[in-house]
């Protein structure tokens, strides 16, 4: 079920005792030279797709919103976002409408790594308004984060940025909006030791703007990245299903 192509009676028919709100959230910023700024809502709407025609009736998918939190890539130039604090609010405020419309099982499916810590706050902060809903979120990497690591043949294993994972999966789903002769790793040496977060820009942190090696990408590899990580949001999909509400 497509929100945005039922009518207001058809969307108020919906039983949500059988219902899961979806909302894919992304980013519309710099993605190295080789990628469109637009990359994360390509990804995370690819696989929300996934999602949806998996559980047709059980999964009520919201449109891909395309505004992310991603003041941390403004060195880089070809960067839209909102502020921190007003992100938090955005999704507070997406949210707030069909939850009190009465769904009331909801997963934030995020495409976006600086979209991470806003999300939980707001869901944390809307389970004080709403605590008979199950709220949950996750970025789609998190969930198959095992089934991705083992597709990838560079260094890095994990979710990057303009990496092997994100540039493999735009070859796939749209080769046309990959620079291929512009394509540079950028591995991006961390200096904190593991475990410990450090809060700096993509300008002190990168020399191109990405994190990882896209020279390892394929179209192919892509698309077995895709098959893998759509059944892991399944699970996750269906485990928000079965859990109690109320």
């Not at 099982?105 to 004080?128: S, T, W, Y």
Request: charged share 25%.
């Amino acid at each position: 079920m497509r929100f945005a192509e039922m009518t207001a009676p058809e969307i108020r028919g919906i039983d949500r005792d059988r219902a899961v709100l979806v909302a894919p959230i992304a980013a519309c910023e710099q993605h190295s030279g080789h990628l469109p700024v637009i990359t994360d809502a390509v990804l995370v709407g690819a696989v929300a797709d996934g999602l949806e025609a998996a559980r047709p009736d059980r999964v009520l998918l919201l449109p891909v919103q395309w505004l992310g939190a991603s003041e941390h890539h403004l060195p880089f130039g070809g960067t839209l976002t909102a502020t921190l604090p007003t992100y938090e609010q955005m999704l507070i405020e997406i949210l707030t409408p069909p939850l009190r419309d009465g769904f009331r099982r909801v997963l934030l499916l995020n495409g976006h790594g600086g979209n991470i810590d806003p999300l939980h706050v707001a869901l944390r902060r809307l389970d004080a308004a709403f605590p008979d809903a199950v709220l949950t979120g996750a970025a789609y990497w998190e969930l198959a984060a095992g089934e991705i690591a083992a597709l990838c043949e560079g260094p890095r294993k994990s979710m990057g940025h303009a990496c092997e994972i994100e540039t493999s999966m735009m070859m796939h789903l749209r080769p046309d909006l990959v620079r291929e002769d512009r394509i540079r790793d950028d591995p991006s040496p961390g200096v904190a030791p593991e475990g410990l977060f450090h809060a700096v820009d993509f300008g002190r942190r990168t020399e191109r703007g990405a994190v990882g090696y896209p020279s390892y990408a394929s179209a192919e590899k892509g698309g077995k990245m895709l098959e893998a990580i759509v059944p892991k949001v399944v699970e996750a999909a269906d485990r928000v299903l079965e859990m109690p509400v109320g």
